[in-house]
Protein backbone atom coordinates (compact mmCIF):
# COMPACT_ATOMS: atom_id res chain seq x y z
CA UNK A 1 0.00 0.00 0.00
CA UNK A 2 1.21 3.63 -1.21
CA UNK A 3 0.25 6.36 0.70
CA UNK A 4 0.39 9.83 -0.94
CA UNK A 5 -0.20 13.14 0.41
CA UNK A 6 -0.14 16.41 -2.05
CA UNK A 7 0.87 20.16 -0.38
CA UNK A 8 1.40 23.82 -1.43
CA UNK A 9 -1.70 24.58 -3.63
CA UNK A 10 -3.53 28.32 -3.40
CA UNK A 11 -4.18 31.73 -4.99
CA UNK A 12 -2.15 32.90 -7.43
CA UNK A 13 -2.17 35.84 -9.74
CA UNK A 14 -1.70 34.43 -13.02
CA UNK A 15 2.41 35.29 -14.05
CA UNK A 16 3.36 33.83 -10.50
CA UNK A 17 4.91 30.47 -9.40
CA UNK A 18 3.73 27.76 -6.75
CA UNK A 19 5.48 24.82 -5.25
CA UNK A 20 3.75 21.70 -4.97
CA UNK A 21 4.85 19.09 -2.85
CA UNK A 22 4.07 14.96 -2.23
CA UNK A 23 4.80 13.15 0.17
CA UNK A 24 5.39 9.19 -0.10
CA UNK A 25 4.84 6.17 2.89
CA UNK A 26 5.00 2.73 1.59
CA UNK A 27 6.91 -0.32 2.86
CA UNK A 28 8.56 -0.41 -0.65
CA UNK A 29 11.30 1.78 -1.46
CA UNK A 30 10.16 5.48 -2.92
CA UNK A 31 13.21 5.29 -5.68
CA UNK A 32 11.54 1.98 -7.00
CA UNK A 33 8.62 4.28 -8.14
CA UNK A 34 8.19 6.23 -10.84
CA UNK A 35 5.89 9.84 -9.69
CA UNK A 36 3.36 11.10 -11.81
CA UNK A 37 1.59 14.65 -11.79
CA UNK A 38 -1.80 15.46 -12.92
CA UNK A 39 -4.47 18.08 -12.75
CA UNK A 40 -8.40 17.99 -13.61
CA UNK A 41 -10.17 21.61 -14.05
CA UNK A 42 -13.53 21.94 -13.25
CA UNK A 43 -15.90 20.19 -16.05
CA UNK A 44 -12.70 18.47 -17.85
CA UNK A 45 -11.47 15.80 -17.93
CA UNK A 46 -7.92 14.77 -16.09
CA UNK A 47 -4.84 15.90 -17.46
CA UNK A 48 -1.60 14.62 -17.63
CA UNK A 49 1.12 17.32 -16.37
CA UNK A 50 4.61 15.04 -16.14
CA UNK A 51 6.16 12.68 -14.73
CA UNK A 52 9.72 11.33 -13.29
CA UNK A 53 10.80 8.03 -13.14
CA UNK A 54 13.37 6.02 -10.80
CA UNK A 55 16.48 7.30 -12.59
CA UNK A 56 15.53 10.84 -12.90
CA UNK A 57 13.68 10.23 -16.67
CA UNK A 58 11.63 13.39 -17.49
CA UNK A 59 8.32 13.78 -19.38
CA UNK A 60 5.76 16.73 -19.72
CA UNK A 61 2.64 17.31 -21.31
CA UNK A 62 2.65 19.73 -23.86
CA UNK A 63 0.53 22.46 -21.93
CA UNK A 64 3.06 22.93 -19.24
CA UNK A 65 6.43 22.48 -20.91
CA UNK A 66 9.33 24.91 -20.29
CA UNK A 67 6.86 25.90 -17.21
CA UNK A 68 6.67 23.14 -15.14
CA UNK A 69 9.84 21.46 -13.66
CA UNK A 70 9.15 18.36 -11.53
CA UNK A 71 12.54 17.45 -8.87
CA UNK A 72 12.29 14.23 -6.79
CA UNK A 73 13.90 14.11 -3.70
CA UNK A 74 14.72 10.40 -2.37
CA UNK A 75 15.74 11.44 1.04
CA UNK A 76 12.67 12.54 1.63
CA UNK A 77 10.21 10.27 -0.23
CA UNK A 78 9.15 13.77 -1.80
CA UNK A 79 8.33 14.92 -5.35
CA UNK A 80 7.85 18.38 -6.18
CA UNK A 81 6.26 20.06 -8.91
CA UNK A 82 7.24 24.01 -9.60
CA UNK A 83 4.89 25.49 -12.05
CA UNK A 84 6.48 28.79 -13.30
CA UNK A 85 4.38 31.99 -15.14
CA UNK A 86 1.06 30.50 -14.35
CA UNK A 87 -2.04 31.03 -16.36
CA UNK A 88 -5.74 30.88 -15.65
CA UNK A 89 -6.20 27.74 -17.14
CA UNK A 90 -3.59 26.22 -14.76
CA UNK A 91 -6.28 26.54 -12.45
CA UNK A 92 -7.28 22.78 -11.43
CA UNK A 93 -6.50 20.11 -8.53
CA UNK A 94 -3.30 18.63 -8.77
CA UNK A 95 -3.12 14.99 -7.72
CA UNK A 96 0.06 12.81 -7.68
CA UNK A 97 0.38 9.39 -8.22
CA UNK A 98 2.64 6.60 -8.11
CA UNK A 99 3.67 3.97 -10.74
CA UNK A 100 5.91 0.92 -10.64
CA UNK A 101 5.56 1.13 -14.56
CA UNK A 102 7.38 4.32 -16.70
CA UNK A 103 3.91 5.40 -18.17
CA UNK A 104 1.74 8.57 -18.73
CA UNK A 105 -1.44 7.08 -18.76
CA UNK A 106 -3.89 7.51 -16.06
CA UNK A 107 -4.42 3.81 -15.89
CA UNK A 108 -0.20 3.14 -15.36
CA UNK A 109 -0.34 4.72 -11.73
CA UNK A 110 -1.88 2.62 -8.98
CA UNK A 111 -1.90 4.88 -6.32
CA UNK A 112 -3.33 8.48 -6.33
CA UNK A 113 -3.23 11.28 -3.62
CA UNK A 114 -6.36 13.40 -2.64
CA UNK A 115 -5.01 16.29 -4.44
CA UNK A 116 -4.49 20.05 -3.81
CA UNK A 117 -6.62 23.25 -5.39
CA UNK A 118 -4.40 25.40 -7.27
CA UNK A 119 -6.53 28.62 -8.49
CA UNK A 120 -4.84 31.12 -11.04
CA UNK A 121 -6.56 34.60 -11.42
CA UNK A 122 -6.42 36.85 -14.21
Known amino acids: QVQLVESGGGLVQAGGSLRLSCTFASARPFSSYSMGWFRQAPGKNREFVGR???????YYGDSVKGRFTIARDDAKNTVYLQMNNLIPEDTGVYCC???????????????WGQGTQVTVSP
Open 52 to 58: INWSDNL
Open 97 to 111: AASTLMGNRQSDYAY
